[in-house]
């Protein structure tokens, strides 16, 4: 796309006088003609000068809007306030209805988080996850693909797998144990040869969608769209971190007594930081927030750490860097917010990821996974307690204020209220919101 103008360029050098294009770059293509024809150049030459640098101007700007546009922008989150923007509506927070439809138009239909690659390192391993009503069984198989199934058995359709994690060789059913491999397919019946017609063929485990975005696993149960598509957004967005290689050190679960719109509103703001999370303000102001997305399904940006090296308790580095970490990026932890169910925050050290599972408009269940360095593990500057610990604390505090919002919002007194310019990602997030269910 490039080669073009600079073949043209060539052409031009090749007939104007180099003193010409040196002395008189910035004047006047009037003055220019009067210049150049001084220099003994034909009329013609002078208009296919003049029409030539004029056409390589515009692509230089060209080239230069196509830099900008490109490049990560971060906006102050102030600067992206929609001025107007008010909460949600009560029945958003506390109506059945809106919850089953919730279900149905948003966990049913988009690509959720269920968890990360390492959790399946090794052929054979697998958990069961819970999506929009239904349990699915992910694993990876025997030729190392991560793959999902439906827990849900051919034969009069018993639930295949209780636990909630471990490692087959077959997955077998509790029941009549008709035994399925780990690529979905039907491989044992018992006397089920006797039944005229019956081929093995016709009863593998239904399969569900699923996509690797990352090294994090994500399944649709629709017939949807392409992960890679939808995910466009963020293409090469975390290169910068090795966010496939990295490994949980810790999950800790979290049930909270609030609505989960109102888990993603609270992670989408720090105004409410100098109150609610005296030790975090301490370390990353709460207004020093840039947003590079800050429309759509994914929204968020950095925040600086002002003081000590990360989010700790001690203020220190607890592992080693989680990617190829240049200049200010040891200075920023990144927060993003993936729409409908995971909230991505990746700090110098370490990332933490918070998966949402709505089990009730006021409630909501909350996986939350500290991931390192895969190398970190065995050394002795490995620290994992001081994120944990740090971030554990910061959780409660604010899946606190969320229970306290979700008890005052359930009034009869609550009404919309509104957003302050410092909330303009809890808004964009609101908007991002009523686009599916409404
Ligand atoms: S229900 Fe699964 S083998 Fe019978
Ligand atoms: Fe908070």
């Given at each position: 796309?490039?080669?073009?103008?600079?073949?043209?360029?060539?052409?031009?050098?090749?007939?104007?006088?180099?003193?010409?294009?040196?002395?008189?770059?910035?004047?006047?293509?009037?003055?220019?003609?009067?210049?150049?024809?001084?220099?003994?150049?034909?009329?013609?030459?002078?208009?296919?000068?003049?029409?030539?640098?004029?056409?390589?101007?515009?692509?230089?700007?060209?080239?230069?809007?196509?830099?900008?546009?490109?490049?990560?922008?971060?906006?102050?989150?102030?600067?992206?306030?929609?001025?107007?923007?008010?909460?949600?509506?009560?029945?958003?927070?506390?109506?059945?209805?809106?919850?089953?439809?919730?279900?149905?138009?948003?966990?049913?239909?988009?690509?959720?988080?269920?968890?990360?690659?390492?959790?399946?390192?090794?052929?054979?391993?697998?958990?069961?996850?819970?999506?929009?009503?239904?349990?699915?069984?992910?694993?990876?198989?025997?030729?190392?693909?991560?793959?999902?199934?439906?827990?849900?058995?051919?034969?009069?359709?018993?639930?295949?797998?209780?636990?909630?994690?471990?490692?087959?060789?077959?997955?077998?059913?509790?029941?009549?144990?008709?035994?399925?491999?780990?690529?979905?397919?039907?491989?044992?019946?018992?006397?089920?040869?006797?039944?005229?017609?019956?081929?093995?063929?016709?009863?593998?485990?239904?399969?569900?969608?699923?996509?690797?975005?990352?090294?994090?696993?994500?399944?649709?149960?629709?017939?949807?769209?392409?992960?890679?598509?939808?995910?466009?957004?963020?293409?090469?967005?975390?290169?910068?971190?090795?966010?496939?290689?990295?490994?949980?050190?810790?999950?800790?679960?979290?049930?909270?007594?609030?609505?989960?719109?109102?888990?993603?509103?609270?992670?989408?703001?720090?105004?409410?930081?100098?109150?609610?999370?005296?030790?975090?303000?301490?370390?990353?102001?709460?207004?020093?927030?840039?947003?590079?997305?800050?429309?759509?399904?994914?929204?968020?940006?950095?925040?600086?750490?002002?003081?000590?090296?990360?989010?700790?308790?001690?203020?220190?580095?607890?592992?080693?860097?989680?990617?190829?970490?240049?200049?200010?990026?040891?200075n920023r932890v990144f927060y993003y917010s993936i729409f409908p169910n995971m909230l991505l925050s990746m700090h110098p050290d370490y990332v933490m990821v918070h998966q949402l599972w709505p089990k009730s408009p006021e409630r909501t269940l909350i996986f939350c996974d500290w991931f390192f360095h895969p190398e970190a593990f065995d050394r002795t500057d490995f620290h994992?307690?001081?994120?944990?610990?740090?971030?554990?604390?910061?959780?409660?505090?604010?899946?606190?204020?969320?229970?306290?919002?979700?008890?005052?919002?359930?009034?009869?007194?609550?009404?919309?209220?509104?957003?302050?310019?410092?909330?303009?990602?809890?808004?964009?997030?609101?908007?991002?919101?009523?686009?599916?269910?409404?």
């Open positions: 796309m490039h080669t073009a103008p600079d073949q043209f360029n060539g052409g031009t050098r090749a007939v104007v006088p180099q003193i010409l294009r040196r002395r008189h770059r910035g004047t006047a293509p009037i003055y220019r003609f009067k210049i150049a024809r001084q220099s003994g150049l034909s009329d013609s030459a002078l208009v296919l000068l003049t029409l030539q640098k004029r056409r390589s101007k515009l692509i230089r700007e060209k080239e230069t809007r196509m830099q900008t546009t490109t490049a990560p922008a971060f906006r102050k989150t102030a600067e992206t306030f929609a001025a107007g923007a008010k909460t949600l509506e009560q029945k958003y927070f506390i109506s059945s209805e809106i919850f089953a439809q919730e279900q149905e138009k948003i966990f049913s239909k988009k690509w959720v988080l269920v968890g990360h690659q390492s959790q399946v390192a090794k052929p054979g391993d697998y958990f069961v996850q819970e999506v929009a009503g239904e349990s699915l069984i992910a694993l990876r198989d025997k030729d190392g693909r991560v793959r999902s199934f439906y827990n849900v058995c051919r034969h009069r359709g018993t639930r295949l797998r209780e636990g909630r994690n471990g490692h087959l060789s077959a997955i077998q059913c509790p029941y009549h144990a008709w035994t399925y491999g780990l690529d979905g397919r039907l491989i044992g019946a018992p006397h089920m040869d006797d039944v005229e017609g019956f081929d093995k063929a016709d009863y593998s485990l239904h399969a569900v969608n699923l996509a690797l975005w990352e090294g994090f696993i994500f399944v649709n149960l629709a017939d949807g769209c392409l992960l890679e598509k939808v995910f466009a957004p963020l293409s090469g967005r975390f290169s910068h971190c090795y966010l496939p290689k990295l490994r949980s050190a810790k999950r800790i679960e979290y049930d909270v007594r609030a609505n989960w719109k109102l888990i993603f509103e609270n992670y989408s703001e720090c105004y409410h930081c100098p109150g609610v999370h005296p030790a975090l303000s301490k370390l990353t102001p709460y207004d020093s927030a840039e947003n590079d997305l800050c429309e759509g399904p994914f929204l968020g940006g950095f925040m600086r750490i002002a003081k000590g090296n990360s989010l700790t308790m001690t203020g220190n580095s607890c592992a080693l860097p989680v990617g190829d970490i240049k200049g200010e990026g040891h994992p307690d001081d994120a944990i610990e740090f971030w554990d604390m910061t959780n409660r505090q604010d899946w606190h204020v969320c229970e306290l919002s979700q008890q005052g919002i359930a009034s009869r007194a609550y009404r919309p209220g509104p957003y302050s310019p410092r909330e303009s990602i809890p808004a964009a997030w609101d908007r991002e919101y009523l686009r599916h269910v409404e």
